[in-house]
Nanobody
Framework: QVQLVESGGGLVQAGGSLRLSCAASGRAFSNLHMGWFRQAPGMEREFVTAISWRYPIQNYADSVKGRFTISRDNAEKMLYLQMNSLKPEDTAVYYC???????????????????WGQGTQVTVSS
């Protein structure tokens, strides 16, 4: 079992920055692919970014490339999402997720993740 707790969400003006954190506990964090997803009201949960457990491969949704950066600290069992140049369309609940898949590259599909946090709200005002 893995427990994930997100923090760092809030209200920010367009063009601003936020850093989300995800604290993990339970099984070996370093063996898990980790990802961030988001869900806006009335919308499906969508992939934002992911980082592999080994040979740190990173994937980004086209909508956040160049603005968001994912990182992880295996020693501290922490996952981060640095969000810069935020736009109103980035407004959503952001979820941290963990995948125990033995693949080299983390999936972009929500169904491929085994553990989820409770989410943290990010609101970007125009």
């Amino acid at each position: 079992q893995v427990q994930l707790v997100e923090s760092g969400g809030g209200l920010v003006q367009a063009g601003g920055s936020l850093r989300l954190s995800c604290a993990a506990s339970g099984r070996a964090f370093s063996n898990l692919h980790m990802g961030w997803f988001r869900q806006a009201p009335g919308m499906e949960r969508e992939f934002v970014t992911a980082i592999s457990w080994r040979y740190p491969i990173q994937n980004y949704a086209d909508s956040v490339k160049g603005r968001f950066t994912i990182s992880r600290d295996n020693a501290e069992k922490m996952l981060y999402l640095q969000m810069n140049s935020l736009k109103p369309e980035d407004t959503a609940v952001y979820y941290c997720a963990a995948s125990a898949a033995s693949t080299i590259t983390p999936t972009t599909r929500a169904a491929g993740y085994d553990y989820w946090g409770q989410g943290t709200q990010v609101t970007v005002s125009s």
